[in-house]
């Protein structure tokens, strides 16, 4: 049908090993750094305003305590 050329829905994951700056012991300058991973998820819609352009839109909800509760993203792309 013609809204399914336009418009689909889905679910995305997303897994990133990232770093994170820690306050400096002792007050100094220096920082500390840790690894930690970020897990999150949620629904995607994909719309297809003309048959090369897509626009994703995301929302993305934390499924650990080192993931940010809610992020969203858009991705916009031409397809050759």
Same mark, same amino acid.
């Given at each position: 049908?013609?809204? !399914?050329? $336009?418009?689909?829905?889905?679910?995305?994951?997303?897994?990133?090993?990232?770093? $994170?700056?820690? !306050?400096?012991?002792?007050?100094?300058?220096? %920082?500390?750094?840790? *690894?930690?991973? %970020?897990?999150?998820?949620?629904?995607? &819609?994909?719309?297809?305003?003309?048959? *090369?352009? *897509?626009? &994703?839109?995301?929302?993305?909800?934390?499924?650990?305590? !080192?993931? *940010?509760?809610?992020?969203?993203?858009?991705?916009?792309?031409?397809?050759?």
């Amino acid at each position: 049908s013609a809204i !399914d050329e $336009k418009l689909s829905l889905g679910v995305e994951l997303a897994m990133a090993q990232v770093s $994170k700056l820690g !306050d400096a012991t002792g007050g100094g300058f220096t %920082e500390t750094r840790s *690894h930690v991973y %970020e897990v999150s998820a949620g629904p995607s &819609i994909r719309f297809h305003p003309t048959s *090369h352009a *897509h626009i &994703i839109l995301t929302e993305f909800i934390g499924l650990n305590n !080192d993931a *940010h509760e809610y992020r969203t993203t858009m991705i916009a792309g031409w397809e050759f």
